[in-house]
Nanobody
Framework: QVQLVESGGGLVQPGGSLRLSCAGS????????IGWFRQAPGKEREGASC???????FYPDSVKGRFTISRDNAKNTVFLQMNSLKVEDTGVYYC????????????????WGQGTQVTVSS
């Protein structure tokens, strides 16, 4: 049974940091790309980062220089280090898996986690 479980969300002040984790099971973790997506209330889901099976990373301009994605295949886990957080980073963060390569859109991912809430507020 394929499973993705996110953790690490919470409440943080603007300028603060959080590290999200996405733990996978039920598949060959080394062979998948993991994407992070986020959805704020009343807004569409958007991509926040991705790391391919080969370790290539991608970031949208909105998070570039502030977010860092990494993976530890021995632990079947992908991390998203989020620094210099802004109020507009608030939302539910989801991780998703696709075979080998990062995909351009959410529907191209095969498996999704349940999400973790990130709230940036003073």
């Amino acid at each position: 049974q394929v499973q993705l479980v996110e953790s690490g969300g919470g409440l943080v002040q603007p300028g603060g940091s959080l590290r999200l984790s996405c733990a996978g099971s039920g598949f060959t973790f080394d062979d998948v790309a993991i994407g992070w997506f986020r959805q704020a209330p009343g807004k569409e889901r958007e991509g926040a980062s991705c790391i391919s099976a080969a370790g290539n990373t991608f970031y949208p301009d909105s998070v570039k220089g502030r977010f860092t994605i990494s993976r530890d295949n021995a632990k079947n886990t992908v991390f998203l280090q989020m620094n210099s957080l802004k109020v507009e980073d608030t939302g539910v963060y989801y991780c998703a898996a696709a075979e080998f390569s990062c995909r351009a859109t959410g529907p191209e991912y095969d498996y999704w986690g349940q999400g973790t809430q990130v709230t940036v507020s003073s």
